[in-house]
């Protein structure tokens, strides 16, 4: 049965056939060069963590297939300034329309307005995505392990690196966090919502983080409250990225603020 994952990798495939017929890598990477250089992602959330306080990574997201409508009229430069507000280490912007309404405009307006590095969320399965994510400013891009072979991913890691950006690499189980291991990965993010499932469990961190203590993983996805983060922080995560329970929230500032200190004192 075609999962939700396997439907996205689809139009993605369109998609990035329409971006080559209307564009071309050299002329991506005219704009790409015109960018101020990327913001050190994984250094920003090193900072942070270091300094012993939670490193946040905010998400702007409209809709999702698991969720729905989460915020559809959202105003992304009010929500990510709400963010920063609340002492946010990173932003993670999505830019796939059809399932999160998300846009590379998004990504563009963001970054001119906020000085916190930026991870293009969406789904890369072409290195011509990755030049194009640095054309509109994106500090880092994702690499889902789940929907690529080593060979791809290794490349589009490549790709990433030789523009100066960092790579968040996700994984969902011990198989794929072993396959991050082996290609080098240098930041590794265990998502706990099954792609193909769309269910979330936080175990899922618990679970990789006994299978590989020494890294510095971040955990992603159904982090929802200051409870859910000092669960994670005793299988030791000091990084996170949420989304939904953020764009939910009525004061975000505060919540944010809420989440970067729990369970730190
Ligand atoms: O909204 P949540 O449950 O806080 O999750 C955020 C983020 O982890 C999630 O949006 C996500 C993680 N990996 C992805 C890959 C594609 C699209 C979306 C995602």
């Known amino acids: 049965m ?3 994952l396997d439907r996205i ?6 998609e990035v056939a329409v971006l080559k017929a209307q564009t071309t890598v050299a002329e991506l990477e005219a704009r790409a060069s015109a960018q101020e250089s990327p913001r050190g992602f994984d250094a920003r959330l090193r900072e942070i963590a270091s300094a012993g306080q939670n490193a946040l990574i905010c998400e702007m997201k409209r809709k999702s297939p698991s969720a729905g409508d989460i915020l559809p009229g959202a105003d992304p430069l009010q929500i990510v300034r709400e963010y920063e507000n609340g002492g946010a280490a990173c932003l993670s912007v999505l830019t796939d329309f059809p399932s999160f309404g998300g846009t590379l405009e998004d990504l563009e307006t963001i970054r001119s307005a906020v000085s ?4 293009r969320k969406d789904f890369m399965i072409d290195p011509i995505q990755i030049v194009e994510a640095r054309a509109y400013g994106a500090d880092c891009i994702l690499v889902i392990l789940s929907a690529l072979d080593d060979g791809l991913a290794r490349e589009l890691i490549a790709t990433a690196v030789s523009f100066g950006m960092d790579v968040l690499t ?10 991050a291991i082996a290609l080098d990965a240098s930041l590794i993010g265990v998502n706990n919502r099954d792609l193909k499932a769309m269910k979330t469990d936080l175990g899922v961190s618990e679970v990789l983080a006994r299978h590989a203590p020494e890294l510095e993983m971040v955990s992603e996805s159904g982090v929802r409250d200051s409870e859910d983060i000092k669960r994670l922080r005793q299988s030791g995560f000091r990084r996170f990225l949420i989304g939904e329970s953020l764009m939910k929230e009525t ?15």
């Open 2 to 4: 075609a999962t939700a």
């Open 9 to 14: 990798i689809e139009y993605k495939r369109d």
């Open 116 to 119: 916190m590095p930026i991870l």
């Open 170 to 179: 996700e994984v969902h189980d011990s198989r794929e966090l072993d396959r």
């Open 251 to 265: 004061d975000r500032e505060s919540a944010v603020h809420a989440l970067v200190n729990a369970g730190t004192d």
